[in-house]
């Protein structure tokens, strides 16, 4: 929308991708409002002057009306759930409005969950709850704030109709933004049909949008796979970096741009537990806080697989090899990138060699403590004694003194977070929301974690762990 009210769309993905997604219209919301939108992000995509309280705007950003210039459409994938193979998955409750090119001529996919349903909708009924929604935009924002590539969280539209989830909710819908919302499963969907063509220009298509460097290439689908790989392993490194548990990372949650995708049973670890789990159907803890790094690589494989054909046509076994040897690499690349985020959040400006030594040590005794994980580096970095453990020795000789000293303290403040979406602020801001109408709360929490690094005065109670004795944190997905 621009300042008539539209957006100006250049709409890639329909014009280049035909046979790859189902031209689709959203559902008719009964009384679409807008609950809160992003105005920082608007203004990014050249949105500044809409008028987000306009029924015209609730009713786009809904889905009930689709806007001049977009070819709204529900994308085909598959994707590995909890290791079972589903050849069919899909848009089965969003839409992809259009593109548009943002102020720094990035494409962005306008894009709404919980618009209704499309062809690929199995069961659902195509919608989602308010509560759900809100907790994507906190939690997207707060990661967002944080560094760490995700998609965005443009609007959550009320719809003014009631759902069935657990009884009766209000529903809603969230309009995200993103570099771009291609999936492994996407490959997937069309590599387990066969449908080597089309395999082919999503490959072509997603080089030319996410790495256009890499078209000149002698192997451009092999340096595709390497690229993805780096993109995420750098992001996993970063979610353990804050203690982030996605609870879902299924291969049609893991994006080809290397954003963070799709927020509903996730969850920000308060005590330092490697197994933590959050997500009531992960019973093998699959996901686990510290089985993050090892699906990455498993969900890796599984797109190195779709590509096999284009990486050496005709040639199955050089395939084979040229894509294990970039798999092989993966656990190596996500400890660099791991080790970088550690180092920063323990204030170490440079490498030393026995710095996993005591970082392993550290974490060791914030396991075996059940020390809060976010509240422990803000403690360090405030240069608050924790007493005596056996590793602060050797952790303040690595500091140095004087000017690496200083210097160590700033990259500290810039890696360690004062406010997370912390579980138990999360539910009472979406109680609030969906029980009380009242936004207010939502609205204080995702400013706190949107200024993760900027203390505010009174706000203790939302820099620490739900309080003794709180029931455990339970998420739930298909929200
Ligand atoms: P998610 O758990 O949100 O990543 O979704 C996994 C798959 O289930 C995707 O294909 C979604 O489109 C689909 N899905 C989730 N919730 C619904 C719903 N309420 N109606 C239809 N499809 C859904
Ligand atoms: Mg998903």
């Known amino acids: 929308m621009d300042s008539d009210g539209h957006f100006k769309f ?18 008719i ?71 548009i090119l943002d102020r720094n001529g990035q494409r962005r996919d306008i894009h709404l969950k919980g618009s209704g349903r499309t062809p690929f909708s199995r069961g659902g009924d195509g919608k989602a709850a308010l509560g759900p929604v809100l907790r994507e935009v906190l939690i997207a924002e707060a990661m967002h704030a ?29 309009a995200r933004v993103a570099a771009s919302h291609i ?37 451009p689908y092999l340096a595709l796979l390497t690229a993805v790989i780096d993109r995420q392993a750098a992001l996993i490194a970063k979610w353990m970096g804050v203690g982030f548990v996605h609870g879902v990372m299924n291969t049609d949650n893991m994006t080809i741009s290397g954003e963070t995708i799709d927020y509903g049973p996730c969850a920000f670890i308060d005590a330092y537990d490697p197994g933590a ?18 699906i990455l690589q498993w969900n890796l494989a599984r797109f190195a697989e779709t590509l096999l054909d284009l990486i050496a046509p005709g040639d ?37 060699d026995d710095d996993e030594t005591l970082i392993a040590g550290i974490l060791g005794w914030l396991a075996a403590g059940r020390v809060d994980y976010t509240g422990f580096f803000r403690t360090l970095t405030d240069a608050v004694s924790v007493g005596e ?30 406010y997370i979406p912390r579980n138990h602020k999360v539910e009472e801001a979406l109680r609030a929301a969906v029980q009380q109408n ?10 706190l974690v949107t200024h993760p690094y900027e203390q505010v005065p009174g706000m203790e109670e939302f820099e620490g762990p739900a309080p003794e004795g709180s029931a455990p944190c339970v998420t739930y997905c298909g929200t």
Not at 10 to 27: C, F, H, I, Q, T
Not at 316 to 343: G, Q, S, Y
Not at 438 to 447: G, N
Request: aromatic fraction near 10%.
């Open 10 to 27: 250049d709409n890639s993905y329909a014009r280049e991708l035909e046979g790859l997604y189902v031209p689709w219209k959203g559902a």
């Open 29 to 99: 919301a009964p009384a679409p409002a807008v609950l809160w939108h992003n105005a920082e992000l608007a203004a990014e995509l050249s949105l500044g002057a809409v008028d987000f309280g306009s029924f015209e705007a609730a009713s786009i950003l809904s889905g009930s009306r689709s806007p001049d210039g977009a070819s709204p459409l529900a994308q085909a994938y598959a994707g590995h759930q909890f290791g079972g193979f589903s050849p069919q998955l899909g848009d089965g409750r969003a839409l992809l409005v259009g593109e």
């Open 146 to 174: 944080l560094s760490i590539p995700t998609t965005r969280a443009l609007a959550a539209v009320a719809t003014g109709e009631d759902i069935a989830r657990d009884g009766i909710q209000p529903g809603a819908v969230l």
């Open 183 to 219: 999936r492994v499963g996407t490959f997937q969907f069309f590599a387990a049909r066969g449908e080597h063509e089309k395999l082919r220009k999503l490959a072509d298509y997603a080089i030319a949008r996410h790495m256009p460097e890499l078209t000149a290439r002698d192997n």
């Open 277 to 294: 789990v959050f997500s009531s159907i992960d019973h093998g803890g699959r996901y686990a806080f510290n089985n993050q790094p090892a």
């Open 316 to 352: 199955h076994d050089a395939a084979v090899r040229l894509a294990t040897e970039e798999i092989n690499l993966v656990p190596e690349k996500f400890h660099a990138c791991w080790l970088a985020e550690m180092r920063g959040k323990f204030g170490l400006v440079t490498a030393a």
């Open 389 to 418: 453990p056996p590793w602060f020795e050797h952790w303040q000789a690595r500091l140095g003194e004087g000017a690496d000293r200083t210097a160590a303290a700033r990259l500290m403040q810039q890696r360690n977070p004062i």
């Open 438 to 447: 009242d936004l207010a709360p939502f609205r204080q929490l995702l400013d």
